[in-house]
T-cell receptor, first 111, second 118 residues
Framework: DTGVSQDPRHKITKRGQNVTFRCDPISEHNRLYWYRQTLGQGPEFLTYFQNEAQLEKSRLLSDRFSAERPKGSFSTLEIQRTEQGDSAMYLC?????????FGPGTRLTVT | AQKVTQAQTEISVVEKEDVTLDCVYETRDTTYYLFWYKQPPSGELVFLIRRNSFDEQNEISGRYSWNFQKSTSSFNFTITASQVVDSAVYFCALSEPNYGGSQGNLIFGKGTKLSVKP
């Protein structure tokens, strides 16, 4: 399967813990996006990479969130000192200039 | 500000009925892109279509068709002869040009949950 993959698919953590998610994009795509989706809502943009450069960050991305794409391939999204409000589906998408293809998401539950 | 409105929260139809999902968008740009995605119960967003603001031709793909009208800022999606497998949440999204003129991040509506009953 050459689609976008995300790991883990599910994560349960206690409030205050740090978590890290990984996204592996489609290999030929140089653009990578992170979105967050809460129940009953559409996905909301968090941040965008072109190759290894992080070019855009949403105001939703608080100081507790950091994303990297060190070699322009896979990306990681870390949340420090998790809060219950961070519970959501975290979606990664990769794309060419005109389309974005989404991975299956990582569902985070903060207890 | 950019915004996408999907006024229909939930729609329920019986198999073989036609159904139209509405999407209204707001943007100040003259160049933009519109998308529809399907999110089945499994959760993964599936890309269905992209249109750019300069192409108002309607598009048909099998049982799916899309009607883009700039005059009313609408990009509606019709499923003809619906099937149970069409049951999903459908999202309309808007993107404005990013670096180099290609599409930027997506702004999604809240989605319309379609239930097709046998």
């Amino acid at each position: 399967d050459t689609g976008v993959s995300q790991d883990p698919r599910h994560k349960i953590t206690k409030r205050g813990q740090n978590v890290t998610f990984r996204c592996d994009p489609i290999s030929e795509h140089n653009r990578l996006y992170w979105y967050r989706q809460t129940l009953g809502q559409g996905p909301e943009f968090l941040t965008y990479f072109q190759n290894e450069a992080q070019l855009e960050k949403s105001r939703l991305l608080s100081d507790r969130f950091s994303a990297e794409r060190p070699k322009g391939s896979f990306s990681t999204l870390e949340i420090q000192r998790t809060e219950q409000g961070d519970s959501a589906m975290y979606l990664c998408a990769s794309g060419s200039s005109y389309e974005q293809y989404f991975g299956p998401g990582t569902r985070l539950t903060v207890t | 500000a950019q915004k996408v409105t999907q006024a229909q929260t939930e729609i329920s139809v019986v198999e073989k009925e036609d159904v139209t999902l509405d999407c209204v968008y707001e943007t100040r740009d003259t160049t933009y892109y519109l998308f529809w995605y399907k999110q089945p119960p499994s959760g993964e967003l599936v890309f269905l279509i992209r249109r750019n603001s300069f192409d108002e031709q309607n598009e048909i793909s099998g049982r799916y068709s899309w009607n883009f009208q700039k005059s009313t800022s609408s990009f509606n999606f019709t499923i003809t002869a619906s099937q149970v497998v069409d049951s999903a949440v459908y999202f309309c999204a808007l993107s404005e040009p990013n670096y180099g003129g290609s599409q930027g991040n997506l702004i999604f509506g809240k989605g319309t949950k379609l239930s097709v009953k046998p």
